[in-house]
């Protein structure tokens, strides 16, 4: 689908308090940002706004704090790379109420073009609930509301969809309209072939995506440790690679679906095997690759073998759209990236559209899009409405 919304390209703004939300949910450690990936994406909407004399008021969450205000959770070291990539002051409105004092003086003293920063808007316990008070005073701050936070828009949050009842005057900005754009193109009117990718631990996790995404790709390919259902289900030993016995007649269901809609649904045909998981994550580990009907009873599988590598490379490089979600083993070991970067290579090679919501692997620069949201990219490809966007006025 097309986004049929109103965007900041549709809006004046100039004089104007606009409410941004967007998506600053940055890993940290030890305070300092370790990929700032989602910052530089709201870049192109905070500039245009800033261009066009808007006064803009940054909102986002991080992390996921239980008790109110953490220190550890604070926007501050956001501000901080912010101001550095905008190459001007990013005023931080330290506020653990996230509408206080602070907030309301810098905003008060804002000249066109100035950026403030509030603090973690889930340091408010109403935000995650949308619980109108705390939507009000986000609200009481702005004009203008745009929702630039795809990787937030399928919660209804305070900061997300609330915010609306009390802004007449709403628009999307442009990671929003890439986002949506390239999944609506790629999954609603595809150029054939259209491969499909999925992966990650849990088939639960991706149930209604599967059955979806079968209607309307040519080819599905599933990796990861929920290929390992799948191949239980096939009747084949899969000693104790991760497997739900809950979803075993589901995955039955979906093999038959593919064969009836004649698509093609690949699974591992070998995996890479090891005694355990490795610990620390990172760490060195010994592993062999078995086909995938000799897994032996004490192994699990942890990664794609080499074969499948090369079966799913030769899938890829066929197809001409390309949407990819979730790494084909446990990535985050050097040893069980392979099969995640055998696919991502093959993908970086071909002319396909792709969008893709793993981790980049140095290929980013190949991919047409690298998306910034993984739960919100999967509800979308379920065929589900976005609150987040959902509330944004229609053109």
Not at 110 to 123: A, S
Not at 175 to 204: C, H, S, W
Request: hydrophobic fraction near 45%.
């Amino acid at each position: 689908m097309k986004l049929n919304k109103v965007t900041v390209d549709d809006i004046n703004v100039n004089g104007k308090k606009v409410l941004v939300r967007v998506d600053f949910n940055v890993p940290l450690k030890d305070g300092v940002i370790t990929n700032d990936n989602r910052i530089v994406a709201a870049l192109p909407t905070i500039k245009k706004l800033i261009a066009d004399g808007g006064k803009v008021i940054l909102c986002s969450h991080l992390g996921k704090p239980k008790n109110g205000p953490e220190e550890k959770f604070s926007l501050a070291p956001v501000a901080a790379r912010l101001s550095e990539l905008l190459g001007q002051d990013v005023v931080f409105a330290n506020d653990d109420e996230v509408v206080g004092e602070n907030a309301k003086k810098a905003v008060a003293e804002m000249k066109e073009g100035d950026v403030v920063l509030l603090q973690n808007t889930r340091f408010r316990k109403e935000e995650t609930k949308n619980l109108e008070p705390f939507s009000e005073e986000l609200a009481s701050l702005a004009d203008v509301f745009v929702m630039d936070a795809f990787g937030s828009a399928h919660r209804a949050h305070c900061s997300t969809a609330g915010v609306t009842d009390h802004i007449k005057d709403t628009a999307v900005g442009y990671l929003m309209q890439k986002e949506i754009d390239y999944l609506g193109n790629a999954v609603e009117t595809p150029v054939r072939p259209f491969v499909a990718i999925l992966g990650g631990a849990k088939v639960a996790d991706k149930l209604n995506v599967i059955s979806n995404l079968l209607e309307k790709c040519d080819t599905l390919i599933i990796g990861g440790g929920m290929a390992y259902t799948f191949l239980k289900a096939q009747g084949k030993e899969v000693g104790l690679s991760l497997v739900d016995d809950t979803k075993i007649d589901y995955c039955k269901e979906m093999m038959e679906k593919a064969e009836k809609l004649g698509k093609k649904l690949l699974l591992p045909i070998d995996t890479t095997i090891a005694a355990g998981f490795p610990d620390p994550i990172d760490g060195p580990i010994e592993v062999q690759v078995v086909d995938a009907d000799a897994i032996p009873a004490d192994m699990e599988g942890l990664d794609i073998g080499t074969k499948t590598q090369e079966l799913f490379a030769e899938a890829v490089k066929s197809a001409k759209t390309v949407v990819w979600n979730g790494p084909m083993g446990v990535f985050e070991n050097p040893t069980l990236a392979a099969g995640t970067i055998a696919v991502a290579k093959a993908l970086a090679e071909t002319d396909a559209t792709t969008m893709a919501a793993v981790i980049q692997l140095g290929f980013a620069d190949k991919m047409s899009h690298i998306s910034t949201g993984g739960g919100a990219s999967l509800e979308y490809l379920e065929g589900k409405t976005l609150p987040g966007i959902a509330v944004i006025a229609d053109k």
